[in-house]
């Protein structure tokens, strides 16, 4: 995973709440069976079908935090929304709330998702200098005075930070989870790995 | 002192934790993981590149779904990236030792339809997969939930997941079902009534006497849509109904092991008296049919309602409401009942099951689809399909004029060859009426089965009651 330490950019502003996965990329682009290649279909009909949208308009070219309003990220649990924004170049989305689903999906490839008030991300919106954010020092600063801290996850900073991996993680717990499934594991279940009274017939 | 009271959530929770660590989310062990062929191909290539090899292939069970085509010649793709991804699963799952259930296996199907068909779904499971509706299977006493594809490999990987305890939810669904409304008019009620985002963070428990009055497929519609007001996951304590439908299925206990496995299982009902973080009552005794106006699951309203006026509203929720009307083509203050409608779609995991089928059978026959409008009926599995054939629903569907398809998510998510053309309107029986979720630059209105029948029958939206005996 790539280190996040920290950035500066122009904001792209969206002014929208509740955008799904759906909009972020259609389930129609998902056939492929690469992590790349999805920046381009990023907001697709937004982008075909409102000259206005901010992603098409040259100010905005190489921007690399995105402004939303809340729950952004709901429905569903497709990857490929976070795969098509970092594609895009987006290295940070600030919005009022997330979709959990997203928000687990984002700490995994690299993407700072950042949750701020209402009133923030609104004085965020209209910036049309530069913002710098700070994972180190949790902090949003804007070219326009405005400064904001936020908060965030000490493991999932940690892990940012470092570009690190959840799996090498959890795979320095094998003999504890190896232990977990012989003292969870009764003779009836057929789901799962042996000991058990019949024989495996998932396998 | 008495141990603290837990409700399911905790339970379940409490019971996979593996590694608890200050300041660190938990180790959690996973019981089930669901593979489809659009999240799981970049895992499967993680795996190979980092050299793991996959734990418990034994964890795992693999179908077929989301971009296949629903035609009776569904081995003839016309998208080659769909069929790539196909292929690719089912090279994936035999290089693993990963249980497929290709076509023509008799158990191909919906991935949240055939888990629970196969009796893999059991009570005070955990069960992932890369599909945000896995919540279906909390209908069995399971925490299951969505998670993106990195969570794939990690469950490949470890059997395993990275994640933090999720505050949980009581919602009581009050009173009866009346004629001609269903589990998924009260969940839709539930959806417009605390918003999209109206669950986030929490798992949600239903209870109450509709509940306990439900079939487990009603029970699946409800838990089906726990994502929709943003909740992790959606279960329903186990019963007597459960177990009844668990019993003698392929992957549940042999009937010698039923008595010991429905001990266990009944250990993970909620404590009388256990809290939640959050708690909320529906009654749905008034309840009439509902449907959808805007572009969330949250914009529903009953069908003798009118859609809401934005210039009564306010700030956000005002321009919200117009946007999504101006996508819509709805006018704002007018009954929703009545407006005319080009497709009909009865299928998905929401409403995809015999049971669905069966009502919207009931519905139409004898009678004719709306010369303007298109019927799909698909299938949830190819076990489902087999048993309508055999009560000869599939003839009273093509009689009626509509098209009685093979199975999988079809014109759900509109990732196949079944789309809704571009301005035309669908009533659906799914799941998401998000913005050119049927195809690009489709309406949808999303209702229960009967909803879409009956208003199929009419070419307009219109409640099932008048078709009901």
């Known amino acids: ?203 | 002192m008495s141990a603290k009271k837990r409700n399911i959530v905790e339970k379940i929770w409490d019971a996979h934790v593996v590694v608890e660590k200050e300041g660190h989310p938990c180790v959690f062990a996973v019981d089930l993981m669901l593979l489809h062929e659009v999240t799981s191909a970049q895992a499967f290539a993680t795996m190979k590149e980092k050299g793991i090899k996959i734990k418990e292939p034994a964890r795992l069970m693999a179908t077929i779904d989301h971009s296949i085509p629903t035609r009776s010649d569904r081995t003839v793709f016309y998208d080659k990236a769909a069929e790539t991804q196909v292929d690719t699963l089912r090279r994936n799952c035999k290089e693993s030792g990963i249980k497929f259930y290709d076509y023509e296996s008799g158990n191909q199907g919906i991935v949240h339809v055939i888990g629970p068909e196969l009796g893999a779904t059991q009570p005070g499971m955990t069960i992932v997969c890369g599909d945000s509706h896995t919540a279906t299977h909390g209908a069995f006493g399971a925490l299951a939930f969505g998670v993106g594809t990195s969570e794939v490999g990690h469950v490949m990987a470890t059997g395993c997941l990275l994640q933090s305890k999720p505050k949980s939810m009581k919602v009581e669904f009050k009173g009866k079902l009346g004629k001609g409304v269903y589990a998924k008019d009260a969940i839709l009620k539930l959806i417009s009534e605390i918003g999209v985002g109206g669950a986030n963070g929490h798992v949600i428990e239903y209870t109450g006497e509709a509940v306990r009055a439900m079939s487990m497929e009603e029970r699946m519609t409800v838990c089906n849509m726990s994502i929709e007001c943003g909740a992790r996951a959606g279960l329903v304590a186990p019963d007597s109904t459960t177990y009844e439908f668990l019993k003698g299925r392929e992957l549940a206990p042999e009937s010698s092991d039923f008595d010991e496995a429905v001990a266990y299982w009944n250990s993970f009902c909620s404590d009388e008296g256990a809290a939640y973080d959050k708690e909320i009552v529906i009654d749905l005794d008034a309840l009439e049919p509902m449907v959808t106006w805007g572009t969330n699951p949250g914009q529903a309203i009953g069908i003798s309602q009118k859609v809401p006026d934005f210039n009564a509203l306010q700030g956000s929720e005002k321009e919200d409401t117009e946007s999504a009307l101006a996508y819509t083509v709805l006018d704002p203050g007018a009954p929703i009942e009545g407006t005319a409608v080009d497709w009909a779609f009865v299928g998905s995991c929401t409403n995809g099951r015999i049971e669905d089928l069966r009502v919207a059978a009931a519905v139409i026959a004898g009678r004719k689809v709306h010369p303007q409008v298109t019927l799909y009926v698909v299938p949830g599995s190819e076990s489902v399909r087999k048993q309508a054939m055999e009560e000869g629903l599939d003839k009273v569907f093509e009689e009626a004029g509509a098209q009685f398809r093979m199975p999988g998510c079809s014109m759900c998510l509109s990732m196949n060859d079944d789309r809704v053309p571009q301005g035309k309107r669908c009533v659906s029986s799914s799941n998401r009426n998000f913005i050119g979720r049927q195809g690009p630059g489709s309406i949808t209105h999303l209702a229960s089965p009967a909803t879409v029948v009956a208003s199929a029958i009419e070419g307009r939206l219109t409640s099932p009651r008048a078709y009901l005996n």
């Open chain 1, 1 to 203: 995973m790539q280190k996040f330490v920290s950035i500066q950019s122009k904001v792209i502003p969206l002014k929208m709440n509740d955008v799904d996965t759906d909009q972020i990329i259609p389930a129609q682009f998902l056939t492929s069976v690469s992590k790349e290649g999805y920046g381009a279909n990023l907001f697709s009909r937004l982008r075909k079908e409102d000259p206005e949208f901010p992603m098409n308009k040259p100010e905005y070219r190489g921007a690399e935090i995105l402004v939303a309003g809340y729950n952004f990220g709901c429905g569903s649990s497709r990857e490929h929304a976070v795969w098509a924004i970092t594609d895009a170049g987006i290295k940070v989305v600030i919005a009022e709330s997330f979709a959990d689903i997203f928000f687990n999906n984002s700490a995994k490839n690299g993407l700072l998702l950042i949750q701020l008030p209402k009133e923030a991300v609104e004085k965020l919106q209209k910036c049309d200098g530069s913002v710098t954010v700070d994972l180190e020092s949790q902090t949003v600063n804007s070219s326009n005075g405005d400064s904001f801290k936020f908060d965030y996850d000490p493991f999932r900073k940690y892990c940012l930070l470092g570009g690190l991996d959840d799996i090498d993680y959890i795979l320095s717990y094998e003999n504890e989870i190896d232990s977990f499934r012989r003292a969870n594991t009764r003779d009836w279940m057929k789901i799962g790995t042996a000991p058990r009274k019949k024989a495996a017939t998932m396998a």
